[in-house]
């Protein structure tokens, strides 16, 4: 047998193998619900910019009497 066949039937009873197991996901593969996908730094600078902006708008308008 050759190396590339042996390996074929090593991923094919890999993969049979897997097909029972469907569905019995062991705990530590399961996100948690406690990790956010952005660091609390980021999204604290991302509100800044977004509020900063904002209110930087608002008082150009204000200043400029609504013609901005």
Do not use: C, H, W
């Amino acid at each position: 047998m050759t190396t590339s066949k042996r390996l074929a039937v090593r991923k094919v009873d890999k993969f049979e193998k897997n097909i029972m197991k469907r569905g019995a996901v062991p705990e530590t593969t399961t996100k948690k619900g406690k990790d956010y996908p952005v660091g609390p730094v980021l999204l604290g600078f991302f509100v800044f910019v977004v509020i900063g902006s904002s209110l930087f708008q608002i008082i150009r308008t204000a200043t400029s009497g609504g013609m901005a």
